[in-house]
């Protein structure tokens, strides 16, 4: 049978089924490495030990986390829950329901943040260095992991929307 379709239509089918061949293999590619996301492969924020972020590709089963905190749930300036008790050495996943946001552990980011002592500053963003920038967010569907080795009262805060009440609390026993 031969087909009446113009060889301008066919041609089109023809680069679009080529477009998506491409993405689909430029992403097969981004799916190895050693990871930590239940064993789909996606690209998700994680921290080092240092609590920086880093993009990883993802295909092996990870620890799961001993608590999760939902960052932005549905848009909402809030943490849920906006308090959590934990053990000591247990790790904290934050889930970024929307984007627009960052979690930050640091006394220098905002006034209500507060750490027990001895505890490091924690931030879902880069915070090495001298430049630091409390204003970097985090986009929807990021995860970001943090391990409290320091017992006490954690306050912590998404610097943005600290002052609209986007503050939250951890505490570690």
Not at 8 to 34: D, E, H, I, P, Q
Not at 97 to 102: A, K, R, W
Request: net charge negative.
């Amino acid at each position: 049978m031969v087909s009446k379709q113009s060889k301008k239509f066919l041609s089109r089918r023809k680069f679009a089924a080529t477009l998506s061949s491409a993405v689909l293999a430029g992403l097969a590619g981004c799916s190895g490495g050693n990871g930590d996301n239940g064993g789909e492969a996606t690209a998700t924020a994680t921290a080092t030990e240092t609590s920086e972020p880093t993009a990883t590709a993802t295909s092996t089963p990870a620890e799961e986390a001993d608590a999760t905190v939902t960052v932005g749930p549905g848009g909402s300036l809030q943490f849920e829950p906006s308090s959590l008790r934990v053990s000591q050495g247990d790790t904290v996943e934050f889930v970024f329901d929307s984007g627009g946001h960052n979690v930050s552990g640091h006394p220098d980011a905002h006034s209500d943040v507060e750490l027990p002592e001895g505890a490091d500053p924690w931030a879902s963003y880069d915070i090495s260095g001298s430049k630091i920038n409390h204003l970097s967010l985090n986009q929807a569907g990021s995860t970001y992991r943090h391990t409290f080795e320091t017992t006490g009262e954690y306050t912590y805060v998404c610097v943005p929307h600290a002052s609209s009440g986007m503050v939250a609390s951890i505490t570690v026993r």
